[in-house]
């Protein structure tokens, strides 16, 4: 059971995710972030409430739409930041950007922007813990439309067959890209219907809700380290920003986005947070704390210099060089 | 006179040497195991290691080798069969858009220290969609590094440079020389990857060489010779790196090269090589650079038209003397 000053913890941790996605939104849109960007704001109850039941040590693997995860498995504000905005104290030193951020020193270990690319190497890291006998687990979290790539289906096989410690978790917000899920599958839920397929029991909790999914997770990690295998979860929950980049979303129907945003994560948790008793002046002051934090970084990753131009032709081997001729 | 193995024994004894060296080694693959491999390349493994070191695999190559990856980044060292080379279009993301990048876009975060080893090239009559040789597919990506050993001894060597390597090598095994035999090399024995060999001295032309076509040259150097050409033989073992500070000094000596690949003209290894000899070695040249590749049609099956297709010893004899007249 998550208690008044757990949940408030992670109440801040996505407080400070928000705060920081609305950064990159801004940033963006000032020109200071090249390239593209997936905003997860309106997900950051499935990272960090998933992160409350894991392990430091556990493996985290994510999509392109990932900063959330990144942050919730130990990046900072500033780190993920300076790497939008191109600079060499990025958390890839400039070199991954929006859609690869990735903090191997704390199990996450990367963003991955090839649709389901990483389902089958969170099987294999599982594989890995397993044949190690550490207890870890591996998790990976994929949104709604890697559900229909075969390597959902390859990864999901394997594991359930090798009895992997993993944990699968589908983000819903039910839209790949533009398109609606429902549109473009076969099942109503695109990832807890085809979990029968695999000898598994599918779970569709409430994303939005912080501590659904802490329990769900912590739930599906028990039985991974107790040897009984994998878990498939679909947490639906909603993005606030559009796909990616200034996309604004309009193939969504206006009082679809409206229902949403009144189940914002960030509400659902205070509203908790209040009727355990938490007064709202302690709300205000981790609101407070995580504005100064937010601007804090936004100020730091903008000071910070651009990468070294010889960095282009680093850590391609592991010897740190380039070199693929004599 | 020393003990000699064949190639396809070479193979599983190479992977058994590291397995007794290093228990991180583990083997996935289908038809590995309990059946010792369609090419009988892995034969006494599962035996000698265990279940839990060799693990049979559903036909599934992208979780093959998703999975192998994620294993590499997570402790173990992993050594995926993929079956035919022809398949590796079936997991194409991982080597081309996954495994070479991950270490340069998290800025030097991970390694991925893992073998992918198939089954390559013509000359057994399996048709176009299981003779392929595509080596070439491989070297369009930075980030992996290639073999291809010509002899059991090199297998057994350069199998255990490609295990213990930090970076992800991609190993071509061909289908045409498994049958071969040459002599056991001694424990211990390691070939460094990137280190071509002059396999037959000669003062009149060089021909480069690699896997099945190293045989080839070698056949022709011999009727070459009774026509009074005298062909220097190298053979690269590896695509990268690539060892082309042995190539000049080869042509530095013969002053003409003949490049014999068995994948096709179009997009072959054969072009890297040869513009590297324009760029760099114009001046040792005392004739244009000669490729010999297979034609740019799909292998067919009939012995008679695959012969038409892919380099034979009689099109080398005819390249050489060719350019030896020039």
């Known amino acids: 059971m998550i208690g008044a000053e757990e949940l408030l913890r992670l109440y801040e941790r996505m407080a400070l995710i928000r705060g920081t996605e609305k950064a990159a939104h801004d940033l963006f849109m000032a020109g200071l972030v090249k390239g593209t960007t997936h905003l997860a704001a309106g997900h950051e109850a499935v990272a960090v409430g998933a992160s409350a039941a894991l392990r430091d040590d556990d493996y985290v693997f994510a999509t392109y739409r990932g900063h959330h995860h990144a942050m919730a498995r130990g990046a900072t504000a500033e780190e993920c930041l300076a790497e939008l905005m191109s600079k060499a104290t990025g958390v890839c030193k400039a070199k991954g950007g929006s859609m690869h951020l990735t903090k191997a020193s704390t199990g996450m270990l990367g963003s991955y922007a090839i649709v389901g690319a990483h389902l089958p190497m969170a099987a294999g890291a599982a594989w890995s813990a397993k044949l190690r006998g550490t207890g870890q687990i591996a998790v990976a979290f994929f949104g709604d439309g890697a559900t229909n790539i075969g390597a959902f289906h390859e990864a999901l096989n394997l594991a359930a067959v090798w009895s992997l410690p993993a944990v699968f978790v589908c983000e819903n917000n039910f839209y790949m890209e533009y398109t609606p899920i429902g549109k473009v599958t076969a099942v109503p839920n695109p990832a807890a219907d085809r979990a029968s397929a695999y000898g598994l029991t599918g779970e569709v909790v409430d994303g939005n809700d912080v501590v659904a999914v802490a329990e769900a997770v912590g739930r599906a990690a028990a039985r991974a380290r107790d040897g009984a295998g994998p878990s498939l979860?679909?947490?639906?929950?909603?993005?606030?920003?559009?796909?990616?980049?200034?996309?604004?979303?309009?193939?969504?129907?206006?009082?679809?986005?409206?229902?949403?945003?009144?189940?914002?994560?960030?509400?659902?948790?205070?509203?908790?947070?209040?009727?355990?008793?938490?007064?709202?002046?302690a709300l205000r002051e981790v609101d407070e704390r995580v504005r100064a934090d937010v601007d804090a970084a936004v100020a730091a990753a903008k000071a910070a210099p651009g990468p070294d131009p010889a960095e282009a032709f680093t850590d391609v081997w592991a010897d740190g060089g380039a070199a693929w001729r004599t | 006179m020393a003990d000699m193995i064949t190639y396809r024994a070479a193979v599983a004894e190479g992977i058994a040497r590291e397995m007794r060296r290093d228990p991180a080694v583990v083997c996935l693959g289908e038809d590995i195991g309990a059946a010792e491999g369609v090419f009988k390349t892995t034969v006494g493994l599962l035996k000698e290691f265990g279940p839990e070191r060799v693990w049979d695999t559903p036909i599934s190559e992208q979780a093959i080798v998703g999975a192998a990856m994620g294993a590499a980044m997570t402790g173990l060292r992993p050594v995926a069969e993929i079956m035919f080379s022809d398949f590796l279009a079936c997991c194409w993301d991982y080597l081309a858009n996954e495994i070479p990048k991950v270490r340069y876009m998290t800025g030097g975060q991970v390694a991925v220290p893992l073998v992918v080893r198939t089954a390559n090239g013509g000359g057994l009559g399996f048709g176009a969609q299981h003779s392929q040789a595509v080596e070439n597919w491989a070297l369009t990506v930075p980030g992996l590094k290639i073999?291809?050993?010509?002899?059991?001894?090199?297998?057994?060597?350069?199998?255990?440079?490609?295990?213990?390597?930090?970076?992800?090598?991609?190993?071509f095994e061909h289908k045409?020389?498994?049958?071969?035999?040459?002599?056991?090399?001694p424990d211990g024995h390691v070939v460094e990857l990137g280190r071509a060999a002059v396999v037959r001295d000669g003062a009149d032309l060089t021909i480069v060489a690699l896997a099945s076509t190293v045989p080839t040259a070698l056949a022709a150097a011999d009727r070459l010779a009774a026509r009074d050409v005298s062909a220097e033989v190298v053979d690269l073992r590896c695509l990268v790196p690539l060892d082309m500070a042995m190539v000049l000094r080869s042509v530095e000596r013969t002053s003409h090269l003949l490049i014999v690949e068995e994948n096709p003209y179009q997009g072959g290894w054969g072009g890297t090589v040869a513009s590297i000899v324009a760029d760099e070695g114009f001046e040792l040249l005392d004739a244009p650079v000669r490729r010999l590749a297979a034609a740019c049609v799909?292998?067919?099956?009939?012995?008679?038209?695959?012969?038409?297709?892919?380099?034979?010893?009689?099109k080398v004899v005819q390249a050489a003397l060719a350019l030896a007249d020039y």
């Open chain 2, 176 to 185: 045409g020389l498994m049958a071969g035999q040459g002599p056991l090399p």
């Open chain 2, 298 to 314: 799909p292998l067919p099956f009939a012995d008679v038209l695959e012969d038409q297709v892919i380099p034979t010893v009689d």
């Open chain 1, 233 to 281: 979860i679909e947490a639906r929950t909603y993005r606030h920003y559009g796909h990616s980049r200034a996309d604004p979303a309009k193939y969504r129907p206006a009082e679809e986005v409206e229902r949403w945003l009144e189940r914002d994560p960030l509400n659902l948790a205070r509203a908790r947070l209040e009727a355990l008793g938490v007064p709202d002046a």
């Open chain 2, 147 to 171: 073999a291809a050993p010509s002899t059991p001894a090199d297998v057994i060597g350069l199998m255990a440079a490609a295990i213990r390597s930090d970076d992800p090598v991609v190993f």
